[in-house]
């Protein structure tokens, strides 16, 4: 599906709620810390997705989208003890990007697609606004973490590292 198509799914899913919202018009980019700055807000306040291929025994593999703040890293042993897993590792980017329905840099902090179980960081959930690019590298997008976790109805559960000193 292509990047546009996830990004009309994304807004008309945001009309329809009749959520509060702002879009950020900016130089296309897709790193957290570079994005953060052009937004103009601190990388706590980021959401930074990440798919990953999480092996629960030798004949099941899920897809999972970790969201969690963009000053932290996705705490790959917590995402493993979550799923009771044998395995936790980044997914390939071919599946990333089919299963996001967005190329990286771009993920959503929702799930489109059955197929990736989605799974945030409470401090994602609690933030008072949460930043994202839109599965657009040149938009971004910026809610209410709460209205976040009433749309996207994300598993929650501490899986980034611990927060920077």
Do not use: W
């Not at 009309?8 to 994005?35: C, F, K, M, N, W």
């Not at 395995?87 to 071919?94: I, K, L, T």
């Not at 059955?114 to 945030?120: D, F, G, W």
């Not at 559960?157 to 000193?165: E, G, H, L, T, V």
């Amino acid at each position: 599906m292509p990047d546009h198509d996830t990004y009309q799914q994304l807004i008309s899913l945001l009309d329809a709620s009749r959520v509060d919202y702002r879009l950020i018009d900016h130089a296309p980019e897709g790193a957290t810390e570079t994005v953060s700055a052009l937004r103009g807000h601190p990388m706590s306040e980021a959401a930074k997705c990440i798919v990953l291929r999480v092996k629960v025994d030798r004949r099941t593999t899920r897809h999972v989208l970790a969201v969690v703040p963009g000053d932290r890293r996705v705490d790959l042993d917590a995402v493993k003890a979550l799923f009771e897993a044998r395995y936790v590792g980044f997914s390939d980017a071919e599946t990333a990007e089919r299963l996001a329905r967005s190329v990286p840099g771009t993920v959503l902090p929702f799930s489109f697609d059955p197929e990736l179980e989605l799974v945030a960081d409470p401090d994602v959930v609690a933030g008072p606004r949460l930043y994202f690019n839109a599965a657009r590298l040149d938009r971004s997008l910026c809610l209410a973490g709460t209205d976040y976790a009433r749309l996207a109805g994300p598993r929650v559960a501490r899986i980034a590292s611990p927060a920077p000193a």
